[in-house]
């Protein structure tokens, strides 16, 4: 293939970007995301806060402008997300206890009820866990609902939208000796074993020199596999340039063609200049829209 989502489907997966709302007012970057991608994840615009600003009130206008962009350029969609510690409206940070329980499952039901039928894969729970070496969940209020606020969202999201995979999604889970990579992997291995509705795990795959490729990703991605999940690479992006940022990319190519169930790979965002990462490099386009080395070693290894 010529294009990356061209050469990932010759394996059956997709290849994805994140795309922000004010991508749509540029031309040059449209052309780049309609060419090469063929899986959109909103940047934002689909987050807790963005979808429901006022409590009871939804607002799809953001959200719907690239769901509808995508669907009409026949693009899938990954949701993103459901339930999160981060990025929640005022209204729901200061609550807790049985009306926070109650608020997020009213919002999972009501966004995924929404997008029903539109959407790939649903991110149902971003980043439950802390990091570090506890292995914990991470302390936030919907972690002070009760231990069992995320086979909650998942019961609620597969009943909302039946047909929607749903992933539980998470960073620094890319290294098998890790802590919190082991603890996710426990809590995916208890709910296929309860039949707590779980597809996908979403590793979201943000390297930089502090955090860097795991050579042993393959493994990682391999044995969440054998609980019987779909995984995902959902954000990708390395700091870095020139080649050895391109071998990076190469590396997490690799590693999810080795997995049967690494059905797609998405990075977070189309040039450098979009990047969420105030400073640097981590993407396949520079802010002219040019391939990148990164991109022809990504193209490669597909
Ligand atoms: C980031 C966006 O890229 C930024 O624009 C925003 O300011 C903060 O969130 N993990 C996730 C993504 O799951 O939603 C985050 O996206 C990056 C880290």
Not at 271 to 291: M, Q, V
């Amino acid at each position: 293939g010529s294009t990356l989502q061209a050469a990932a489907a010759e394996t059956n997966r997709y290849f994805g970007t994140a795309m922000a709302a004010h991508y749509l007012n540029n031309s040059g970057t449209m052309n780049i995301v309609n060419r090469e991608f063929n899986m959109i994840t909103a940047e934002n615009e689909m987050k807790m806060d963005a979808m429901q600003p006022n409590r009871g009130q939804f607002n799809w206008s953001s959200g719907d402008r690239i769901v509808n962009w995508a669907r009409q350029n026949g693009k899938q969609v990954r949701g993103h997300a459901l339930a999160w510690h981060s990025q929640q409206p005022g209204w729901m940070q200061n609550m807790s206890g049985s009306t926070l329980r109650t608020a997020m499952l009213e919002h999972v039901t009501g966004v995924a009820t929404y997008y029903r039928g539109k959407i790939h894969s649903w991110d149902v729970v971003n980043e439950a866990f802390a990091d570090g070496s506890s292995g914990a969940r991470r302390s936030s209020n919907l972690q002070g609902t009760g231990n069992d606020w995320i086979e909650a969202a998942f019961r609620a999201a597969r009943a909302a939208d039946p047909g929607a995979k749903l992933c539980y999604n998470d960073y620094n889970t890319d290294n098998w000796s890790h802590a919190k990579t082991q603890a996710v992997y426990n809590m995916v291995k208890d709910f296929k074993s309860r039949g707590v509705p779980i597809d996908c795990v979403g590793f979201q795959a943000h390297f930089n020199s502090g955090n860097p490729v795991p050579s042993n990703y393959h493994t990682t991605l391999g044995n969440f596999a054998a609980l019987g999940v779909d995984v995902q690479i959902t954000e990708l992006d390395i700091e870095g340039s020139g080649n050895s940022q391109g071998e990076q990319y190469r590396g997490i190519v690799q590693a999810c063609l080795s997995v049967a169930r690494c059905t797609g790979i998405t990075v977070w965002g189309v040039k450098d200049s979009d990047s969420w990462r105030a400073s640097g490099t981590p993407l396949l386009f520079d802010g002219n829209g040019n391939k990148k080395a990164a991109y022809n070693y990504t193209l490669d290894a597909l």
